[in-house]
């Protein structure tokens, strides 16, 4: 079946950066997109950005450019979020998905396909 | 940014209502609109697509609506599973944007 499987949760110190991998299966990978949303604890969702799994387009949110980068390693069928200067308020449940990006809204079916969530914490 | 408000942020129904959650947009968003259901520590689930197109496999009983800048989530006869936190989502503009969130409780 089509998932999304997320590594395991963090704890970071204020300043460090953080990885979290995206393991893709069940589907032609490069066929969809896959975007990061982040819940902090007891709030609403937050869109961090997506990238093209074929040519590694990325579009991030402004909030998080420079501090964020997306990547995906076709061969694996995963994909990487790097958060770096990382904040006690970047504490969230880190969420990959999966979708149809980049060709504007009348292609974009909704974020389809959920991984399982990676909660990082940042404190000192 | 482009603000996404829903009303009401709480809502207590029983096993059969109808319920009907309202998302606003700060600007006009053609249909651009998404809604998503999140259970307690779970990753949310996609429902509808396009104001009003169900995702496949999503129950009949779950229907949207609207245009512009005003969008409707109809919940009709509330099944057990369906006490949740509700979100719509806009992709008419970026950064993409998500409502606060509308959490059913049973009454």
């Known amino acids: 079946q089509v998932q999304l499987v997320q590594s395991g949760g963090e704890m970071k110190k204020p300043g460090a950066s953080v990885r979290v991998s995206c393991k893709a299966s069940g589907y032609i990978f490069t066929i969809f997109g896959i975007t990061w949303v982040r819940q902090a604890p007891g709030q609403g969702l937050e869109w961090m950005g997506w990238i093209s799994s074929d040519d590694g387009n990325t579009n991030y949110a402004q909030k998080f450019q420079g501090r964020v980068t997306m990547t995906t390693d076709t061969s694996t069928s995963t994909a990487y979020m790097d958060l770096r200067s990382l904040r006690s308020d970047d504490t969230a449940v880190y969420y990959c998905?999966?979708?149809?990006f980049g060709l504007g809204p009348s292609h974009f079916f909704g974020i389809d396909v959920w991984g399982q969530g990676t909660t990082v914490t940042v404190s000192s | 940014d482009m603000q996404m408000t829903q009303s009401p942020s709480f809502l207590s129904a029983s096993v059969g209502d109808t319920v009907t959650i309202t998302c606003r947009a700060s600007?006009?968003?053609?249909?651009?609109l998404a809604w998503y259901q999140q259970r307690p520590g779970k990753a949310p689930n996609l429902l509808i697509y396009k104001a009003s197109i169900l995702e496949s496999g999503v129950p009949s009983r779950f229907s949207g609506s609207g245009s512009g800048t005003e969008f409707t989530l109809t919940i009709s006869s509330l099944q057990p599973d369906d006490f949740a936190t509700y979100y719509c989502?806009?992709?008419?503009?970026?950064?993409?944007?998500f409502g606060q969130g509308t959490k059913v409780e049973i009454k």
């Open positions: 989502q806009q992709y008419n503009s970026y950064p993409w944007t």
């Open positions: 998905a999966r979708g149809k």
């Open positions: 600007e006009r968003i053609s249909r651009w």
